[in-house]
């Protein structure tokens, strides 16, 4: 169809809206056929950047940009968006407890979640980049109880893209010979990258590494501690990465993932794998036209067990601490 597609992204003066906004509009999501129109939230303060960036949307003359608007009101900005990316948080700073980042997330995500209800399109996709991402995304389908909570998901697609290209890199196989990884879990941490169900060239990927320790000791922390090894080297958190991320998992929810193969994507648990229902935890997912279905019937064996349990442990934790706060 050329209806353009409306897609909000919020935190879109940002580092990763700088690198997001432009391949949203160069067709990366749906390709050059289907046009999309962007609407952009950002804080009031963040509102002349934004303007600048649009400039520069302006200038690339992209021809699948059939629109951008700008504002601070999400009331206005969700306005019928068929797609939600929701990228914009409070970042931890120096000496800032749990408590207060989850409360000043709360906020954002409470308000952004009733917006949503409110005004977006009947069809609406909402995808968490912002963190903590799996209890934000928690809070927004928990205020917009009108929306299908199947809508929800939060972003662990760059934890999984990372398990791609780490398990590439130590078997030689190019990317495009690696299926079916999975990440269990929180994004943060405690996520768990799976190699136990996953392939290389078709084979069990734990059997072609042969190699427990290197899961264990190198690549399961290297997946989950990427994030500060990022920060380490380049003086600032994955930018461009999480937005490529963040359209890989857009994308594949709306058109749909590989036969043969699935995604990883943290949605409301409806008790699959032992994870309490409604936590909003990352699973190997498939999914078409729009929606997603966990994959069922996976072995879990006792070390996979015990990483899956110690994450959803802190994803409950979280709840528990959102709970408490009345942000749920
Ligand atoms: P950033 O600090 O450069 O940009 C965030 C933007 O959000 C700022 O421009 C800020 O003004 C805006 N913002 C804050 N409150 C807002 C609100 N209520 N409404 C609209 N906009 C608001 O941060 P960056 O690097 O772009 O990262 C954004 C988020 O993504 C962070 O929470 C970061 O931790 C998270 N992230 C998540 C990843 C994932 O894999 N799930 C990977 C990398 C980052």
């Known amino acids: 169809s050329s ?47 934004l303007e600048g960036v649009v400039m520069e949307l302006d200038d690339c003359a992209f021809p699948t940009l059939a629109g951008v608007e700008i504002g601070d009101d ?130 069990n990927a734990a059997e072609v590494v042969g190699d427990q320790s290197w899961i264990e000791n190198d690549f399961i922390p290297t997946v989950a501690k990427r994030g500060a090894a990022i920060i380490e080297a380049r003086g600032s958190s994955s930018a461009a990465s999480a937005a490529s991320a963040t359209i890989d998992a857009a994308h594949d929810w709306l058109l749909g993932s590989a036969d043969d193969d699935w995604v990883s994507m943290a949605v409301a648990s409806d008790g699959s794998y032992g994870v309490p229902e409604g936590l909003i935890s990352s699973f190997p997912v498939t999914t078409k036209d729009g929606s997603w279905e966990i994959v069922q019937g996976l072995d879990i064996d006792e070390f996979s067990r015990g990483r899956i349990n110690a994450s959803v442990a802190e994803l409950e934790e979280e709840r528990a601490a959102v709970t408490e706060l009345g942000l749920i």
Do not use: C
């Open 74 to 203: 999400a009331n206005t900005v969700f306005d019928g968006v068929n797609l939600a990316l929701l990228v914009g948080a409070r970042p931890r700073t120096k000496g800032m407890e749990r408590g207060e980042l989850l409360s000043a997330n709360g906020a954002i995500f409470t308000a952004q979640g009733k917006a949503l209800n409110e005004v977006a399109a009947d069809d609406v996709r909402i995808g968490v980049t912002g963190n903590p991402a799996n209890t934000n995304a928690l809070i927004a389908m928990t205020n917009a109880p009108d929306i299908p909570r199947e809508r929800f998901s939060a972003l662990t697609r760059l934890d999984h893209n990372r398990a791609i290209s780490q398990l590439a890199a130590r078997t030689g196989a190019p990317v495009t010979d690696i299926r079916r990884m999975t990440i269990w879990g929180n994004h943060s941490a405690t996520q768990y990258p799976d190699l136990f169900h996953a392939e290389v060239g078709g084979r």
């Open 3 to 49: 209806t353009p597609l409306k897609v909000a992204v919020t935190g879109a003066a940002g580092q990763i809206g700088y690198s997001l906004l432009f391949r949203l509009a160069s067709g990366a999501l749906l390709g050059a056929d289907r046009p999309i129109e962007l609407r952009l939230l950002e804080i009031t303060p963040a509102l002349k950047a």
